[in-house]
Nanobody
Framework: QVQLAESGGGSVQAGGSLLLSCAAS????????MGWFRQTPGKEREFVAA????TVYANSVKGRFTISRDNGGHSYLQMSSLKPEDTAIYYC????????????????WGQGTQVTVSS
């Protein structure tokens, strides 16, 4: 089992930055991709970014968000040039993978952290 816990959410004005962190525990994640997703009320959860042997980004955040990870089981999402439409609950996720970094069907999820961007 993998346990994930997000932190770093909050409120920021448009154009600002936030750093989200995800702490993983329970097992070694060397063969796991780590991803970030977000969800707003009434909408499906959507892919934001993922990292495995490489990184993948949703078009809506490419050039503004940066995903990274360390060897201690942490994943990070640096969000810059934030827009009101980035407002959502952000979830950290993990999935075992072999080749391509997955953008869906993740196995483990955190509880989420709220990000609010005001105009």
């Amino acid at each position: 089992q993998v346990q994930l816990a997000e932190s770093g959410g909050g409120s920021v004005q448009a154009g600002g930055s936030l750093l989200l962190s995800c702490a993983a525990s329970g097992r070694t994640l060397s063969n796991y991709a780590m991803g970030w997703f977000r969800q707003t009320p009434g909408k499906e959860r959507e892919f934001v970014a993922a990292i495995g042997g490489s990184t993948v980004y949703a078009n809506s955040v490419k050039g503004r968000f940066t995903i990274s990870r360390d060897n201690g089981g942490h994943s990070y999402l640096q969000m810059s040039s934030l827009k009101p439409e980035d407002t959502a609950i952000y979830y950290c996720a993990a999935k075992r993978f072999l080749w391509d970094v997955p953008t869906r069907d993740y196995d483990y999820w955190g509880q989420g952290t709220q990000v609010t961007v005001s105009s």
